[in-house]
């Protein structure tokens, strides 16, 4: 018998008697704690708590690490539209492009400023291309146009911005 073939069966039966959940027709439930083991009944549960109560605390913490440790998939900022990965939390580590809208991480930001420097070119959001503004006047005029339609990206960076402000 394989090792595979063995996981299957320990997996598929009672930990402490070994009663098989596919030919015995027994309904298995796992440990509460790790998920590592089945028992047919409490009592089996009891029995062979003393056996398993070593792995069973090993796995719960591992278990536990994992729940507390998680990444989450994005944040509530979204991705950066460049390189796809969630945009940091910390605001200041985030560039809102006025021509686009677009949240860009300051890695992109600064590749794209890079990009630019090498080739000695005109300073353009990373995203859409277009000339970023020289002055404030410029770019909260862009801003207001994207307010205008309605942009919701741009109200929650003016509305910060007059925040600020105070």
Not at 89 to 111: I, R
């Amino acid at each position: 018998m394989s090792e595979e073939n063995e996981a299957v069966v320990d997996i598929a039966s009672c930990a402490s008697c070994g009663v098989s959940e596919e030919v015995d027709d027994v309904k298995l439930k796992e440990c509460d704690d790790c998920d590592l083991v089945r028992y047919c009944s409490d009592d089996c549960e009891q029995n062979h708590i003393s056996q398993h109560a070593g792995a069973c605390k090993k796995r719960a913490v591992e278990l536990r690490d994992e729940l507390l440790f998680k990444q989450p998939e994005s944040s509530h900022l979204g991705d950066c539209p460049i390189c796809c990965l969630p945009v940091h939390l910390d605001l200041n580590k985030a560039t809102m492009m006025v021509c686009c809208s677009k949240l860009v991480c300051d890695g992109c930001d600064h590749a794209n400023q890079k990009r630019e420097a090498v080739g000695k070119l005109e300073r353009k959001c990373p995203f859409c291309r277009k000339p970023i503004p020289s002055t404030k006047d410029r770019a909260d005029k862009m801003i207001m146009k994207r307010i205008e339609a309605n942009d919701p990206v741009a109200m929650r960076q003016w509305g910060r911005e007059q925040y600020d402000k105070g």
